[in-house]
Nanobody, 123 residues
Framework: QVQMVESGGGLVQAGGSRRLSCAASGGTVSSNGIGWFRQAAGKDREFVAAISWSGESTYYGDPAAGRFTISRDNAKNTVYLQMNSLKVEDTAAYYC????????????????WGQGTQVTVSS
């Protein structure tokens, strides 16, 4: 069974950058879209960005627009989220999942979620 593992989180100052990685093991996800969502304490999971299986199509939520870039390397079975100009409100646990059906924008379209990686942005 496919397992997704996120990495790259940590503490960063406001205005800084961070690159998150989402690596698949136990199988290939080269035929699936992959999405990044985030969840801040006490809030619902929020769509951040997604990418089609080929990488030709990308989708961004409001928090990411103009600041974040999603990409993938199918040879490495890995998806990346480059986050620039980070804000305190970007503080959250970031999760990646495999799109199994439906819309890229909804968490219910995804399965095989990773355990998440925490990003904390300080002022």
């Amino acid at each position: 069974q496919v397992q997704m593992v996120e990495s790259g989180g940590g503490l960063v100052q406001a205005g800084g950058s961070r690159r998150l990685s989402c690596a698949a093991s136990g199988g290939t996800v080269s035929s699936n879209g992959i999405g990044w969502f985030r969840q801040a304490a006490g809030k619902d999971r929020e769509f951040v960005a997604a990418i089609s299986w080929s990488g030709e199509s990308t989708y961004y939520g409001d928090p990411a627009a103009g600041r974040f870039t999603i990409s993938r390397d199918n040879a490495k079975n890995t998806v990346y989220l480059q986050m620039n100009s980070l804000k305190v409100e970007d503080t959250a646990a970031y999760y990646c999942g495999v799109k199994v059906f439906g819309s890229y924008y909804f968490a219910t379209s995804y399965d095989y979620w990773g355990q998440g990686t925490q990003v904390t942005v300080s002022s």
